[in-house]
Nanobody, 122 residues
Framework: QVQLVESGGGLVQAGGSLRLSCAASGRTSRNYAMGWFRQAPGKEREFVAAINWSGGSTYYADSVKGRFTISRDNAKNTVYLQMNSLKPEDTAVYYC???????????????WGQGTQVTVSS
């Protein structure tokens, strides 16, 4: 069992930055690939970024490539999402999730956090 807790969301102006954190607990949490997803009101939850267990491989949605960076610190059991050049369309609840391998498909993720709200004002 893996428990995930996100933090770092908030209100920011367009062009600003935020860093989200996802603290993982559980005996084997560091063996999992980790992903970030987001869900805006009235829309489906969509993939944002993912990182493999070692941090050596990452994968991004086209909409955030070049602006967002995913990283992890296995010593702290924490995954981060650095978000720069934020746009109003980035407004959503952001979720971290754990999967057995580096994937973008939502249904491949076994564990989910409760989410953190990110609001970008224009």
């Amino acid at each position: 069992q893996v428990q995930l807790v996100e933090s770092g969301g908030g209100l920011v102006q367009a062009g600003g930055s935020l860093r989200l954190s996802c603290a993982a607990s559980g005996r084997t949490s560091r063996n999992y690939a980790m992903g970030w997803f987001r869900q805006a009101p009235g829309k489906e939850r969509e993939f944002v970024a993912a990182i493999n267990w070692s941090g050596g491989s990452t994968y991004y949605a086209d909409s955030v490539k070049g602006r967002f960076t995913i990283s992890r610190d296995n010593a702290k059991n924490t995954v981060y999402l650095q978000m720069n050049s934020l746009k109003p369309e980035d407004t959503a609840v952001y979720y971290c999730a754990a999967a057995r391998m580096l994937v973008a498909r939502r249904n491949e993720y076994d564990y989910w956090g409760q989410g953190t709200q990110v609001t970008v004002s224009s």
